[in-house]
């Protein structure tokens, strides 16, 4: 999955990348609010996490403007913990609000549920037959027992669970799954799903060439 992380305090910027990048996440940051609402734009994302006191244009700008244009699952941080603000993020379009100083683990937990959400999912155990996919953990079992997925792995098929049923192209996957800092070579995508597919079904995912991939089970 592909964040995007908008906080102008450089320290917070930079631990949030770091630990959303331990997670297995593709991260992209800003700064201010032109650069966010540049980023927020141009990019579709699976979730961004914007703060609201930003310089340039604060984070009730750019939620403003980007709900005109798209529906990203946004996560508002603030300093501030009044009822007026936080049903101003709510009725503005934020899908959730989180006051500043916060526990990670808990910023995870309501990243993952406004991810699973805006795919409609409700639980965060995935289940594909004999397949299990636990968003919470990143961990897969086949039949009760564990399969080992590198980070890669991982993510491209959690994101075509999320989107069962759907045609995925190979430039979504990228688009969601790459920061802007990475550049993967062309046939990356095709050996990470040869490899998924050796790991736990030979048809658990389909090809449809020159199209893209689908998990149709």
């Known amino acids: 999955?592909?964040?995007?992380?908008?906080?102008?305090?450089?320290?917070?910027?930079?631990t949030l990348e770091k630990a959303f990048r331990e997670q297995?996440?593709?991260?992209?940051?800003?700064?201010?609010?032109?650069?966010?609402?540049?980023?927020?734009?141009?990019?579709?994302?699976?979730?961004?996490?914007?703060?609201v006191m930003l310089p340039a244009m604060d984070g009730w700008q750019i939620l403003s403007k980007l709900r005109a244009i798209k529906s990203t699952p946004v996560l508002m941080?603030?300093?501030?913990?009044?009822?007026?603000d936080r049903v101003k993020g709510l009725d503005g379009g934020a899908d959730d609000y989180l006051v500043k100083p916060f526990d990670l683990p808990e910023l995870f937990a309501r990243v993952r549920s406004i991810i699973r959400r805006n795919a409609g999912q409700a639980m965060p155990v995935?289940?594909?037959?004999?397949?299990?996919?636990?968003?919470?953990?990143?961990?897969?079992?086949?039949?009760?027992?564990?399969?080992?997925l590198t980070s890669r792995e991982y993510s491209?098929?959690?994101y075509l669970a999320l989107h069962r049923g759907k045609l995925v192209t190979r430039?979504?996957?990228?688009?969601?799954?790459?920061?802007?800092n990475e550049d993967t070579?062309?046939?990356?995508?095709?050996v990470h799903?040869?490899?998924?597919?050796?790991?736990?079904?030979?048809?658990?995912?389909?090809?449809?060439?020159g199209q893209g991939y689908i998990i149709e089970l």
């Open 1 to 14: 999955m592909r964040l995007l992380i908008v906080e102008d305090e450089p320290r917070l910027l930079k």
């Open 24 to 51: 297995g996440y593709a991260v992209d940051a800003a700064a201010d609010g032109e650069e966010g609402w540049y980023k927020a734009s141009n990019i579709d994302y699976d979730a961004i996490i914007l703060d």
């Open 77 to 84: 941080l603030t300093a501030r913990d009044t009822s007026p």
């Open 126 to 148: 995935l289940h594909i037959d004999e397949i299990c996919i636990d968003t919470r953990a990143r961990e897969v079992t086949f039949s009760g027992s564990p399969v080992a």
């Open 156 to 158: 491209i098929l959690e």
């Open 171 to 180: 430039t979504e996957i990228h688009d969601h799954l790459f920061d802007e």
């Open 185 to 190: 070579l062309s046939n990356l995508i095709d």
């Open 193 to 209: 799903i040869f490899s998924i597919r050796k790991k736990l079904r030979s048809d658990l995912i389909t090809t449809r060439r």
